[in-house]
């Protein structure tokens, strides 16, 4: 049973610069929601997506955007880059109907420099 | 906003010690989780409760659902060396997709 899947592992970008992070859910899962974490704090709800539309944002500005497929697999997009957006983030999978059982990724670890 | 209050933020314990840990929060939550996470990696779920009162086991680890809805507790019984890390409580109150989450209990455990 294949478990969420995040790419790249590592990441560094400068200021301005614009990233794209990948997810493929846990098998059977047809929800994704993103979360960043900073070093040394819980995860922060970023946003949820399920049958290609987002359900729920948190307070996080228009750079962040993203986008699921037709395979519930999911891009996290940020766009002009701050030092601030340095942090790993997370790629939780569940099921609609169980959204409150989340299952994380590995994360991917954005360096901005 | 929501907000989770994990404590302690840290626990230095012996080897076969019994951990105890909280969370607790102004507001009513649905469901609380609890999630160990080690360094550089996500988050990984052990226990998942969904009812106030409810008490749930898997293995060593033991954790409750309280009965006001807005505190949980996680207990590890005879700390082992592989129970180090950083333990996460996290929560999702009614018609929120989004999960919250506390700072973290990081957990040092000496031989």
């Known amino acids: 049973d294949a478990g969420v899947t995040q790419s790249p592992t590592h990441l560094i970008k400068t200021r301005g610069q614009q990233v794209t992070l990948r997810c493929s859910p846990k098998?059977?899962?047809?929800?994704v929601s993103w979360y960043q974490q900073a070093l040394g704090q819980g995860p922060q709800f970023i946003f949820q997506?399920?049958?290609?539309?987002?359900?729920q944002r948190g307070n996080f500005p228009d750079r962040f955007s993203g986008h699921q497929f037709p395979n519930y697999s999911s891009e996290l997009n940020v766009n002009a880059l701050l030092l601030g957006d340095s942090a790993l983030y997370l790629c939780?999978?569940?099921?609609?109907?169980?959204?409150?059982?989340?299952?994380f990724g590995p994360g991917t670890r954005l360096t901005v420099l | 906003g929501q907000q989770l209050n994990q404590s302690p933020q840290s626990m230095f314990i012996q080897e076969g010690e019994d951990v105890s840990m909280n969370c607790t929060s102004s507001?009513?939550?649905?469901?609380w989780l609890w999630y160990k996470q080690d360094p550089g990696e996500g988050p990984v779920l052990l226990i998942a409760?969904?009812?106030?009162?409810e008490l749930t086991s898997n293995g060593r680890l033991t954790a409750q659902f309280g009965i006001t809805r807005k505190d949980s507790f996680l207990n590890i019984s005879a700390s082992i060396p592989s129970d180090v890390g950083i333990y996460f409580c996290?929560?999702?109150?009614?018609?929120?997709?989004?999960?919250?989450f506390g700072q973290g209990t990081r957990l040092t455990i000496n031989p």
């Open positions: 939780a999978s569940s099921l609609l109907a169980r959204t409150d059982t989340q299952y």
């Open positions: 098998s059977g899962h047809d929800t």
């Open positions: 997506y399920y049958e290609e539309e987002e359900r």
């Open positions: 507001s009513i939550f649905n469901t």
């Open positions: 409760l969904y009812k106030a009162g």
């Open positions: 996290a929560g999702r109150i009614q018609g929120a997709q989004k999960l919250v």
